[in-house]
């Protein structure tokens, strides 16, 4: 399947573990498997080329939306050299941020604080390669490791043996039907299409672009318009909701973050695990924080006090198509089809740009797991996150990330990063532990 020759990472020696990705979630499992004394041999795998938490989103302004103290190890251990505090105490800011006298740091600054810990971390991580593949490495009829393949941006190949892999590879855009070829990606050329994960690669360009339309109505949306008005550009909002409608972030249903949830949760039936998804779902999703929609609606009313018309709020409208306007080989920006969900008329309206923050979907580790498929067992994904296998197939395949619908809606978030990290690091070292005394006993007997 791989038609450049794979070259073997460090040499052929079998790893304990192989991550794939290093972004909060297996940086958390760095950090707890290193003050845990594991001794496993690891390699972490990022196609980024250099440590970044949503870099395209790290807008003027833009600040966390949960508590600091919901970083990558406080929950765990608040001793942890790796905490934000200590990150804070070791820039010589802990008494400016005390004087702030706030939960919520900004988005630019909690990236810099992971960046400080993942620094400590390079001699493990393997930047500007993507995984492409988990194979087995059959001996017989069992399976004791895997391959997993890795690219560069040059097509190069690099694979790595493994025990274990843990994939936390983070999410891929949600691409609306409707938009279906029509992204612009990785520099390329074209309408101006682009999701909010390229936001701020592209902004300046946005601020020429003419009218802009940001299709979505959830946090992005409300942070791409503050940004954009604050540049100058006019905006239509367009979404298929009533209004922007605020976060439950009051204390009853922030219970459902903790860690404590996914136990409770994770031992319901799955119809009911469903109904309380379903019941919170509003704490996370498709859901704005209360200040930014003051803020939005400032701007909206402001413009009834001037007699302005600068922006649009088109909701109850749902985007039924999208091309390029071009016409005659001339570039020309996007055409979007709106069809209004108040009697269904329909409409065409011609844009600069259009931005579309619609979300993410988690599939990567579907893709990377298909060669595995006759050794996995099927079912539900265990308590300690690892995807049950058929017997003869040994190796543990766990997931960070992916596993909302049995651990709850803590699991694409931060707010249980240490504890889930350090329930992955206990099964692995567990894994391991086996290993080590059944080839004691094998060398043992054999003498």
Known sequence: MHGIPSLIGDGGRVQDLVGI????????????????????????????????????????????????????????????????????????????????????????????????????????????????????????????????????RAGRERSWLARNVVIGAGATPRIPDAFDGLVRRGGGTGPLVVHSNDYLAVAEELARAGRVAVVGLGQSAAEIFLDLHGRGVAVDIIGRGPAMRPADSSPFANQVFDAGYTNYLYGLPPAERADLLRAFHNTNYAVVDPDLIDAVYGIFYQQKVEGTARHAMLTRHEVVAARSGSNGGDRGGPVLDLASLDGGGRHERRYGAVVLATGYRRRIHEELLQPMERWLAGGEVGRDYRLPTVPGCTVGLYLQGCCEATHGLSDTLLSILPIRAQEIAAALTADADRGRGQQIRKTTSAQ
């Open 21 to 152: 990705g290093f972004g909060p979630s297996n940086l958390a499992l760095a950090v707890a498997l290193r003050e845990a004394g594991a001794g496993l041999a690891c390699r972490f795998l990022e196609k980024r080329e250099t440590f970044v938490w949503h870099g395209n989103m790290l807008l003027d302004g833009s600040r966390m939306q949960i508590s600091f103290l919901k970083d990558l190890v406080s929950l765990r251990d608040p001793t942890s050299r790796y905490s934000f505090l200590s990150y804070l105490h070791g820039q010589g800011r802990l008494q400016d941020f005390i004087n702030l006298r706030t939960f919520y740091p900004s988005r630019r600054e909690f990236n810099d604080y992971l960046a400080w810990v993942a620094a400590d971390f390079d001699d493990l991580c393997d930047y500007g390669l993507e995984a492409t593949a988990i194979e087995p490495a059959r001996v017989g009829e069992a399976v004791p490791h895997v391959r997993v393949h890795a690219r560069d």
